[in-house]
């Protein structure tokens, strides 16, 4: 599948794979508890690269990924099954978990509600993220979003966009700003959204291009189609910039180089339960449009 969209999620679950934050205090009992789970029910559990036991979720037959922690946990999970089609549940430990699917005291009912084929898969599209320079650096894939920018002391940096397909490009522009986001849907409601940029639902397709603190008046976000390619340039020689992938992953950038940025071929499937709707999130986690009641 290629597009965004909600398919039921019917299994059969026979081997589970854990991404978890590690340093989080709530993560043990969680994970005793999960693996419990797992055992009532036959269903094998691996862990992500680094742990023990570990599973690749490249190459190992893993039905589901589960991830404990927050939001970046997911992210971390959704990038480790890039183009595989396993499908990822978002457990909350964190603060906010904008993007999890339940909370831990949920767990238990999450995981039978999937065993039971009661929850469904909603598609998420995600980045590929390529460096043009002579180093040969391999892509970076991005659930939320792609973020050029200054590294170092806070100052601003001119940088050029081009947007077309099939590595024909038009120009765009360019601008002086501490940087650009290139966010998906998904990565509307995170950094993009802060730096003033639109939020958009994840039904939509396209990509949303935000400058970071643009030296300009007449510079805005920009939205265009989710089939399009994003070439960025880096026009100043005097200041280090830096590529950051999901607020996770940093890659120092040489001068000169560009970053071509464009949609991956397969979306990432998120584990969804019945009643749960982007715009009832939108408003219980972000309190969006939150107003007091009016008077009688």
């Known amino acids: 599948m290629t597009a965004s969209g909600r398919a039921r999620f019917e299994g059969p679950i026979r081997s589970v794979g854990v991404v978890m934050r590690s340093a989080s205090p709530e993560v043990g009992p969680v994970l005793e508890r999960l693996e419990r789970f797992c055992g009532e029910h036959d269903i094998e559990v691996g862990f992500e690269a680094g742990s023990s036991p570990t599973l690749s979720f490249q190459k190992d037959a893993v039905d589901l990924v589960v991830a404990?922690?927050?939001?970046?946990?997911?992210?971390?999970?959704?990038?480790?099954v890039i183009d595989t089609g396993i499908p990822v549940l978002g457990v909350n430990l964190g603060r906010l978990?904008?993007?999890?699917?339940?909370?831990?005291?949920?767990?238990?009912?999450?995981?039978?509600?999937?065993?039971?084929?009661?929850?469904?898969?909603?598609?998420?599209?995600?980045?590929?993220?390529?460096?043009?320079?002579?180093?040969?650096?391999?892509?970076?894939?991005?659930?939320?979003?792609?973020?050029?920018?200054?590294?170092?002391?806070?100052?601003?940096?001119?940088?050029?966009?081009?947007?077309?397909?099939?590595?024909?490009?038009?120009?765009?522009?360019?601008?002086?700003?501490?940087?650009?986001?290139?966010?998906?849907?998904?990565?509307?409601?995170?950094?993009?959204?802060?730096a003033g940029g639109p939020i958009v639902a994840p039904e939509v397709e396209c990509i949303v291009v935000t400058p970071i603190c643009p030296h300009s008046l007449a510079v805005r976000p920009l939205v265009v189609?989710?089939?399009?390619?994003?070439r960025v340039g880096l026009l100043g020689s005097q200041v280090g910039h830096q590529l950051t992938v999901d607020g996770q992953v940093v890659h120092a950038l040489e001068t000169r180089e560009s970053v071509v940025v464009g949609r991956q071929r397969e979306p990432v499937p998120l584990v969804r339960f019945a009643g749960q709707s982007f715009l009832q999130t939108l408003r219980r986690k972000l309190n969006w449009a939150a107003r007091a009641p009016e008077r009688a």
Do not use: K, Q
Not at 127 to 144: M, S, Y
Not at 225 to 230: L, R, S
């Open 225 to 230: 189609p989710a089939n399009c390619e994003i």
């Open 68 to 80: 404990l922690g927050g939001d970046g946990t997911l992210l971390r999970a959704a990038r480790s």
């Open 97 to 194: 978990g904008f993007l999890t699917s339940l909370p831990s005291t949920d767990l238990e009912w999450g995981l039978e509600r999937v065993l039971a084929g009661e929850s469904y898969l909603d598609f998420r599209f995600t980045l590929r993220t390529t460096v043009d320079g002579e180093g040969g650096v391999p892509p970076f894939f991005a659930l939320n979003d792609v973020v050029i920018h200054t590294s170092g002391a806070a100052r601003v940096t001119p940088l050029s966009i081009e947007v077309g397909h099939s590595g024909r490009f038009e120009d765009a522009g360019s601008f002086s700003a501490d940087g650009v986001i290139l966010a998906t849907p998904t990565g509307s409601t995170a950094y993009s959204m802060s």
